[in-house]
């Protein structure tokens, strides 16, 4: 069996997040950078944020406007 058929194991990587938070772990990648970790993740900090990423929720919310928007319009078609 080959001996270089894994990578190198690091106990002590260390992690970046966007929130500023660092923290070390074990990995495969010596250091990396994380956007949300359990410091600033809204399940574990009880917070009620969105996280939107590319405009996703912004998006989401205006195809539901234009949705009820339709719906709300043909109701009014049908009673006529």
Do not use: N, W
């Not at 996703?56 to 049908?78: D, N, Q, Y």
Request: with cysteine; hydrophobic share 35%; aromatic share 8%.
């Amino acid at each position: 069996m080959k001996q270089s058929g894994h990578p190198p194991y690091y106990l002590d990587a260390t992690t970046r997040c966007a929130c500023g938070q660092i923290f070390t772990i074990p990995a495969t990648i010596q250091s990396m950078d994380v956007e949300i970790c359990s410091h600033c993740h809204p399940f574990y900090t009880g917070a009620k944020r969105m996280v939107d990423s590319a405009g996703r929720v912004e998006r989401f919310k205006a195809r539901l406007a234009k949705s009820a928007a339709l719906k709300k319009g043909a109701t009014k078609k049908k009673a006529a």
